[in-house]
């Protein structure tokens, strides 16, 4: 039988030990997670600047480019 348990990073040396010392139990590595929080707090911090762009270009402080520079621009970069 296979059993995941998620335990907190501050507790998993602790449970790692409790769970080894029980005899015919077999423990894998632990996976490494991937870094959600790292990609949406990026993610947020790029919507909020695009924002704040927006905002900028609607009070006339910047100026926007024409739609065909930026699909251009954005064909080019694939």
Excluded: C, F, H, Y
Aim: net charge positive.
């Amino acid at each position: 039988m296979e059993i995941v348990l998620e335990v907190p990073d501050e507790d998993a040396a602790r449970v790692l030990e409790l769970i080894k010392g029980i005899k015919r139990v077999k423990v894998k590595s632990p996976k490494k997670a991937v870094p959600q929080l790292d990609i949406n707090t990026q993610l947020a911090q790029d919507l909020r600047e695009a924002g704040r762009v927006l905002v900028r270009i609607k009070d006339g402080e910047k100026l926007s480019r024409p739609a065909r520079e930026l699909l251009a621009e954005l064909k080019d970069e694939l």
